[in-house]
């Protein structure tokens, strides 16, 4: 009877141990999506102080035409104008967290006008992120990573 009840405590608290992994893993995800979502709202928004909080420096922005532009160049071109989001939409995300280092992928709907022409479009999503203090920071994938 002790090695059964034993064994059920055993059992029991390793169920418990793996919920919880997978509880603070949907968290994380939960957490870097959101992060995502904070950042398209910001862009939306103009809110150059979110965005620069949420921006790891010295990250590059790579646009659906291939021109790339650091990050001062690109929160200068939403800060003027010259880059207008309206709306955003993101279709299934899948996120994968190794450690302090996240990726996001999913199909990203964003109505804007950019450089003068308006439209909607449907971009294929790859963002990645790292956890500094704590916090989700957007930022490019680095050799190694995901």
């Known amino acids: 009877m002790k090695m059964l009840l034993a064994v059920f405590i055993f059992l029991c608290s390793a169920n418990l141990c ?3 992994s997978q509880m603070k893993d ?3 995800k939960k957490a870097v999506l959101q992060k995502f979502e904070q950042m398209q709202q910001a862009m939306i928004d103009k ?3 979110t965005l620069n909080r949420i921006v790891k420096e010295g990250t590059l ?5 291939g021109k790339t532009q650091t990050k001062a160049e690109f929160f200068e071109e939403i ?3 010259t880059l207008n989001y309206f709306k955003y939409e993101i279709k299934n995300p899948v996120i994968v967290i190794k450690g302090n280092y996240a990726s996001l992928n999913a199909v990203t709907t964003l109505t804007a006008k950019v450089y003068g022409i308006s439209g909607t479009w ?3 999503t790859n963002a990645f992120f790292e956890k500094i203090d704590g916090e ?3 930022c490019n994938k680095k ?3 995901l």
């Not at 922005?61 to 035409?65: A, E, L, N, R, V």
């Open 18 to 20: 793996f919920g919880e």
């Open 26 to 28: 949907s968290n994380e």
């Open 47 to 49: 809110d150059m102080k």
């Open 61 to 65: 922005f790579t646009h659906m035409s």
């Open 79 to 81: 800060a003027n104008g």
């Open 122 to 124: 449907s971009l294929n």
């Open 136 to 138: 989700w920071i957007y």
């Open 143 to 145: 050799q190694g990573e």
